[in-house]
T-cell receptor, first 113, second 113 residues
Framework: DQQVKQNSPSLSVQEGRISILNCDYT??????FLWYKKYPAEGPTFLIS?????DKNEDGRFTVFLNKSAKHLSLHIVPSQPGDSAVYFC????????????FGKGTRLHILP | DVKVTQSSRYLVKRTGEKVFLECVQD?????MFWYRQDPGLGLRLIYF???????EKGDIPEGYSVSREKKERFSLILESASTNQTSMYLC????????????FGPGTRLTVT
């Protein structure tokens, strides 16, 4: 049973516009959420995170929104740049239980010139 | 900066061979993890370790074992490689309990023929 779902395998966005990547989760115990970015032939790199006590976290061009009642989070990238083309993984964990992170299957973002 | 290194970027092995994948981190992290990444399946946890000599099964441990004799080193072992173990293998580490983000190595692309 997939606890973290990224229902869009790919997304294409024009350079300069907003990219919105979505993620749904099923486990209400999750209290910490992360986004990772992965280029081909490289390991994932941590992008941004949010605790369940917040509904928004911003870091430069990247903002993560959390809607706990809907069990949904989204990553907004604005403005989108060519270097943002990558696979984005949504992940979640239950802190203080164990340190496992459950990853979604990823969304491939293409930034079009 | 956290550095996680993996012994090989690319590896080709024959069916039935014993395969060792090595991972080293230089930030004194307690937790270490092994994942495999396959197209359409995202990142799946194979094994993880909270401390030296400790190991826990992840979601797909079958066909794998691990060893953690020193804090900085976490080895993944394929006792008898099979073609369905052809994959990208990613090692990660994290500092428990303060930092929940995992830091990944560059990955090892293993091909079993």
């Amino acid at each position: 049973d997939q606890q973290v779902k990224q229902n869009s395998p790919s997304l294409s966005v024009q350079e300069g516009r907003i990219s919105i990547l979505n993620c749904d989760y099923t486990n209400s115990m999750f209290d910490y959420f992360l986004w990772y970015k992965k280029y081909p032939a490289e390991g994932p790199t941590f992008l941004i995170s949010i605790s369940s006590i917040k509904d928004k976290n911003e870091d430069g061009r990247f903002t993560v929104f959390l809607n706990k009642s809907a069990k949904h989070l989204s990553l907004h990238i604005v403005p989108s740049q060519p270097g943002d083309s990558a696979v984005y993984f949504c992940a979640a964990s239950v802190r203080n239980r164990d340190d496992k992170i459950i990853f979604g299957k990823g969304t491939r973002l293409h930034i079009l010139p | 900066d956290v550095k996680v290194t993996q012994s090989s970027r690319y590896l080709v092995k024959r069916t039935g061979e014993k395969v060792f994948l090595e991972c080293v981190q230089d930030m004194d992290h307690e937790n270490m993890f092994w994942y495999r990444q396959d197209p359409g399946l995202g990142l799946r946890l194979i094994y993880f370790s909270y401390d030296v000599k400790m190991k826990e099964k992840g979601d797909i441990p079958e066909g794998y074992s691990v060893s953690r004799e020193k804090k900085e080193r976490f080895s993944l072992i394929l006792e008898s490689a099979s073609t369905n173990q052809t994959s990208m293998y990613l090692c990660a580490s994290s500092l428990n309990p303060i930092v929940y983000e995992q830091y990944f190595g560059p990955g090892t692309r293993l091909t079993v023929t």
